[in-house]
């Protein structure tokens, strides 16, 4: 490195985060970029280590290590520390087609298996990668990737999701034409409207889109596949498609009285919150102003439902989870490089906390029934606690008797996950399913063609729900793939 000695002398210093009381009266980003000064002291913490694990990239039984895309981590950091920008960001986009994603979003697994994190904090790995690529654009380094020529090939990807953004960008540096498919009013996916813009403002996503528009890439939204346009139409107009429609299809619970007006999924909720934002917030279909609501799940999803409903104005959140708290510190059974799984308050939370004094999460509780009014609208939920117990070698949760609660809801929102792809699209196609209603793909984890000759999956649709960055290597892997295949067509005739 070019500073041997960084990591002894500097401290972490994560980015500075706008105050909770002023933030949650607009929906901008609450991060605020480094200053270069401070960033080049960060970057130079990066030790040179000699086996850097925060790039490996690996699942290690159901545990993550390092980052998924194989990011030259120690590379960049060096560049970074000594001010050579530029060849800081053509490291970066030579693994990550999206870094002003993952550097806002990701939850930074190259982190958790960075090695000076074993004794001491990691690097700001995440921080570091949004910044790279936030200077490419300020310095206009970042442009479109139009190909110099063109095959005779058509690609078609259903989905605009990360994997099938990147799917599309990876064939189209290939030269082959490419159209991505998007059922909603703006491409993007879950990027567009499933994450608020708290954490990832929406012109950053069109900014990149219309990079990949300047570079060829066609994009028709409005359009469901098996609705607006058949199968075999596709089929018939593409030499090979890719499935890139993600997992999201919510689990539920069948709990008494769910059926209560005033109960929704989660995923609805954020997502009409991000489209009234077009015209005014106060347009958003489901809205918690002047509300008791109340989160069940205790993940991701649920703490932006914390943060949206506090912007919305409501009167109270809380949110339930049937595990405990994470620990402050990593346990003997999540042991370094795997990803810490350690208590941290998140943005809603520490907003939540500011306002009404308490942190908005409450732990081993597990939710018994709804309660309604005579207007069959929710006003109350029915709880018991419970607690994690051993038994026969496997921990399993516990009713704890005479814990029962009742808690005031006018607005209750579903956060428990999604059980995976929705069903239709894949049915038109054909497409073979495993167990749990995913695409089923040949052979290894690399392989992502199905049982159609010509149409491949990638993504959350194929391996379920994930990281924005597993979708990213996976939409790079899959064109690879497609691009061989649409080769060997060639090779056949």
């Known amino acids: 490195m070019g500073y041997i000695t960084g990591f002894m002398e500097f401290s972490r210093k994560d980015q500075t985060k706008r105050d909770p009381m002023e933030r949650i009266k607009d929906w901008e980003e609450y991060v605020e970029r480094y200053e270069e000064g401070e960033l080049k002291k960060q970057a130079a913490r990066c030790m040179d280590c000699g086996t850097p694990f925060c ?17 030259f981590i120690p590379e960049w950091n060096e560049l970074v520390s000594d001010g050579d920008w530029k060849t800081a ?45 936030e200077r490419g654009f300020d310095e206009g380094w970042v442009t479109a990737k139009r190909p110099a020529a063109y095959s005779d090939y058509k690609v078609a990807v259903v989905g605009s999701g990360p994997a099938g953004l990147a799917a599309a960008e990876q064939l189209n540096e290939y030269g082959h034409r490419v159209t991505i498919y998007e059922r909603d009013d703006r491409p993007g996916g879950l990027l567009m409207y499933g994450i608020p813009n708290m954490k990832l403002e929406k012109e950053t996503i069109d900014r990149r889109i219309g990079l990949m528009k300047a570079a060829g890439i066609d994009f028709q939204c409005n359009t469901e596949i098996g609705v607006n346009l058949s199968t075999d139409e596709l089929q018939d107009q593409y030499d090979a498609v890719i499935v890139c429609t993600g997992a999201q299809n919510p689990r539920n619970t069948e709990i008494e009285g769910r059926e209560a007006k005033g109960i929704h999924f989660a995923m609805d909720y954020l997502t009409g919150a991000t489209k009234a934002l077009e015209s005014s917030p106060d347009d958003a279909p489901i809205h918690a102003k002047d509300k008791n609501v109340v989160v069940i799940g205790g993940g991701d999803t649920g703490a932006d439902c914390v943060a949206t409903a506090i912007r919305q104005g409501c009167n109270r959140v809380v949110q339930f989870g049937k595990h405990p708290a994470l620990p402050d510190d990593r346990t003997d059974d999540n042991p370094w490089p795997l ?60 009713e704890i008797p005479g814990t029962e609660k009742v808690w005031k809801a006018d607005l209750v929102l579903i956060a428990i996950g999604f059980t995976g792809p929705e069903q239709a699209v894949l049915e038109s196609f054909g497409l073979k399913r495993d167990e749990r209603g995913r695409v089923w793909t040949v052979g290894s984890d690399q392989d992502y063609r199905t049982n159609l000759d010509g149409v491949f999956a990638a993504g959350d649709a194929r391996r ?30």
Request: charge should be negative; hydrophobic fraction near 35%; glycine fraction near 6%.
């Open 89 to 133: 960001l053509e490291r970066l986009h030579e693994t990550n087609n999206f870094p002003e994603f993952t550097g806002r979003v990701c939850p930074a697994p190259c982190e958790g298996s960075c090695v000076l994190g074993i004794n001491d904090q990691p690097v700001t790995i995440k921080s570091i990668e949004n910044e790279i690529i």
């Open 55 to 71: 790039h490996t990239g690996t699942e290690w039984d159901r545990d993550m290590v390092g980052c998924p895309v194989n990011n």
């Open 339 to 398: 990803f810490p799984m350690t208590f941290e308050l998140e943005y809603g939370y520490k907003e939540a906390t500011e306002i009404f004094r308490e942190d908005p999460r409450k732990y081993e509780v597990l939710t018994q029934s709804f309660e309604m009014d005579d207007s069959g609208h929710v006003k109350a939920l029915h709880t018991l606690d419970v607690e994690k117990v051993r038994e026969n070698g496997e921990l399993v949760v516990k």
């Open 464 to 493: 379920g729900q994930s990281l924005v960055v597993w979708a990213i290597r996976e939409g790079r892997e899959v064109a690879e793939q497609c691009h061989q295949f649409l080769k060997s067509i060639d090779f056949v005739s």
